[in-house]
């Protein structure tokens, strides 16, 4: 890829490895240009840069925490307004700021259908203030403020946004670019409340080589541990993707988040990852056409 | 045109002939007519513009500011816990240098749960860096929204237009209507900047160093108090087409007096009408009423109150642990000066509790006899006083 076109420029602050600037790349270059961008505090707001400096190429906005839905929602309204139809509104953020203290007001914003694409960018904890638990983190995973690996299971956000019959919601990760830019592609053809989950791998939170970034993005896939799929006007799914089906094993040993696992635990783990596994083809065989 | 209108819907009409481009707002009593008068103004035409039903007020201030700095005129309205949930936005709002114009329908703020006038939601705001207003009554909020916007838009400073709860949001007055051409030449549709510029991008407020920190305080402060001759100005031009200004302070009988009656929103009607009676059986008191609260009024509040030597100021409102606002704000105000007056401070009116001229005449003749000024608030609770 040419770097020299790229939105995120080159110098940008996020740390070596960092899946999360990744991704913001990968969205920004499928969106173009004409995009304004929503950024929230989290890591998005770091590695886009401190004042006088920024990192993008398209005019953003940091706004407070939990509110990346309405103040994209304020920014789209006002270019309507304006007559400026053509302007691709993104909000950016992350796991915390969507799964936990951002949810309502992304639920506001989803119920009315406001006009803008919502990415979260979720590397499964509060990264920025130091590795505390999101209601994000999954299931006997590591985290300051969860040291012997949290109790509960990860919220499963993306049925609660499907659930707001907004008219296109998808999941995908930076081990799948295409896949992944594909998705934004068609996120702005549509107009309403689109939503996409992206799975941002932190090396410095999963406690991991910085150079396994793109190797554990595919094997959350493969391992079905984090599918990839859409879900059209909160009904129609789709699976983009079929993974292998590899033993979550696989993927959970190379992170140092989950080296004190048990063999219970991780069977606990493959039993609830195949249990969610059978739900999703399930939805999906409903429209059985759409099933790659 | 003189129509009867309660203070709330005086304030959807001033929206109205403001040509808001954008509302987002959340309901909540006592500001509820005024988000419903605007919802109806909006689905049939007589407003123009996007009308948002925000989940909440944190998130209606948030899209409000989003809105301002893309260049659209703004318009929420808020009372009590609203405005105490909208509290981070408010500093994001005067941080970030947008015109928005709320009107705040004063409520107290629980606990414990009630639903009276009391200015506490909107002064507990005064640090959040918004211009606040206080009204008198329905004529005065509509004709004030209207200069808000004419300030706010110059300054770039978000505005507060505030009345009281029950008393001016729900009493229904003869108000005059301004015609709308003479609204559009006192306050054209303005080509505000619109700071998403896709051929210059920029990153508007990014993470700063505290360096940089202290200078975009500075300068907000700085632009804040100046903010107070674009106030003048925008009153003194509303006064020249439409025959009504209001001053930042407005100042009655105080040149002769023996002491000076202080307040602020509905309670300077009732205060004008125990002046006027006391004046009758030849006592001489004045009335100060101070509508302008940030930036605060110095030099008006000094050229009228200093040589008095006694002042009384009643709040609706208080600040648990030392007293009424506008009291403390006053003495403060006046504290360097050589010459100053004796300070007294009342409380009462609290959740719209009532406060007839009566008793504001009992509270004159009490400071006249008592040389001794109290350095804490009397409380003026059930009219026992």
């Not at chain 1, 590695?47 to 953003?60: D, G, R």
């Not at chain 2, 509290?87 to 705040?104: K, P, Q, T, W």
């Not at chain 2, 108000?175 to 510029?197: G, H, T």
């Not at chain 2, 002491?259 to 009676?277: D, E, F, H, M, Y």
Request: proline share 5%; hydrophobic share 40%.
């Amino acid at each position: 890829m040419d770097t020299r076109d790229d939105l995120l420029r080159q110098g940008h602050y996020a740390c070596p490895g960092c899946g999360l600037a990744i991704a913001m790349k990968l969205v920004l270059s499928a969106l173009g240009e004409r995009t304004i961008v929503v950024i929230i505090p989290s890591c998005e707001a770091v590695i886009s840069a401190t004042y006088p400096f920024s990192a993008l190429k398209v005019p953003a906005f940091h706004s407070a925490f939990v509110i990346a839905a309405p103040t994209a929602a304020g920014i789209s309204r006002a270019l309507k307004v304006r007559g400026e139809d053509d302007i691709t509104v993104l909000a950016f953020a992350g796991d915390g700021g969507t799964y936990d203290i951002g949810l309502q007001s992304l639920s506001g914003a989803a119920e009315r259908n406001e006009d803008f694409i919502y990415v979260c960018l979720d590397n499964e904890a509060y990264m920025n203030t130091g590795i505390q638990a999101s209601s994000s983190t999954p299931f006997c995973s590591w985290t300051v403020t969860t040291p012997k690996g949290k109790k509960e299971r990860k919220k499963r956000l993306m049925d609660i946004i499907v659930a707001h019959s907004i008219p296109y919601c998808a999941t995908a990760t930076i081990g799948y670019p295409e896949d992944l830019i594909e998705k934004v592609k068609r996120a702005k053809k549509k107009k309403g409340t689109r939503f996409i989950h992206i799975l941002t791998p932190c090396p410095t939170g999963w406690r991991m080589r910085e150079d396994l970034t793109g190797i554990v993005s595919m094997l959350a896939f493969e391992t079905k541990i984090f599918p990839l799929y859409e879900v059209y006007d909160g009904e129609i799914y789709r699976i983009t993707k079929m993974p292998k089906g590899l033993p979550v094993k696989e993927y959970l040993s190379l992170q140092g988040r989950f080296s004190h696992l048990k063999e219970e635990e991780i069977e606990e783990i493959q039993k609830n990852v195949d249990k969610e596994w059978a739900r999703l083809l399930y939805l999906a065989k409903r429209n059985a056409e759409n099933c790659a | 045109m003189v129509e009867l209108l309660s203070g709330n819907h005086a304030i959807a009409e001033a929206v109205r002939l403001c040509k808001v481009d954008f509302i987002a707002a959340y309901p909540i009593t006592p500001q509820t007519p005024i988000y419903e008068k605007i919802a109806e103004m909006v689905s049939d035409g007589r407003i123009k513009g996007q009308m948002m039903r925000a989940e909440s007020e944190h998130s209606a201030m948030a899209a409000c500011i989003s809105a301002s700095l893309t260049g659209v005129r703004v318009f929420t309205a808020s009372s009590s816990q609203g405005i105490a949930f909208m509290h981070e936005m408010l500093h994001f709002a005067s941080g970030n240098r947008v015109s928005i114009v709320m009107a705040c329908v004063n409520r107290v703020v629980s606990a414990p749960w009630a639903f009276g006038s009391d200015q506490t939601d909107t002064l507990s705001q005064r640090d959040t860096g918004w211009i606040q207003l206080y009204c008198e009554d329905g004529q005065e909020a509509l004709d004030t929204v209207i200069m808000a916007y004419r300030v706010a838009e110059t300054v770039f400073l978000p505005v507060m237009v505030t009345i009281d709860g029950f008393y001016t949001s729900h009493f229904i007055e003869p108000v005059d209507i301004p015609d709308e051409k003479a609204v559009d030449k006192y306050l054209p549709p303005k080509s505000l900047p619109n700071r998403f510029d896709l051929k210059n991008p920029a990153f508007i407020q990014n993470v700063v160093d505290s360096h940089y920190y202290s200078e975009f305080k500075k300068r907000q402060f700085d632009d804040t108090m100046k903010a107070k001759e674009t106030i003048i100005e925008a009153d003194k031009e509303f006064g020249k087409l439409f025959g009504r200004s209001y001053g930042v302070v407005e100042a009655d009988d105080l040149e002769d007096a023996d002491v000076g009656i202080v307040t602020s929103g509905a309670l300077v009607s009732c205060a004008r009408i125990a002046k006027k009676n006391l004046r009758e059986k030849g006592i001489k008191v004045g009335l100060l009423k101070i509508k302008l609260f940030r930036p605060f009024p110095y030099d008006e509040v000094i050229k009228h109150l200093a040589n008095l030597k006694k002042v009384l100021v009643i709040d609706r409102n208080v600040s648990c642990g030392k007293g009424g606002i506008f009291c403390d704000e006053l003495k403060g105000a006046m504290y360097n000066l050589e010459k100053r007056p004796k300070i007294y401070g009342f409380i009462g009116g609290l959740c719209g509790e009532d406060l007839p001229p009566e008793t504001i005449e009992k509270i004159a003749l009490y400071v006249i006899n008592e040389d001794k000024a109290p350095e804490k608030p009397i409380w003026i609770h059930g009219m026992t006083f």
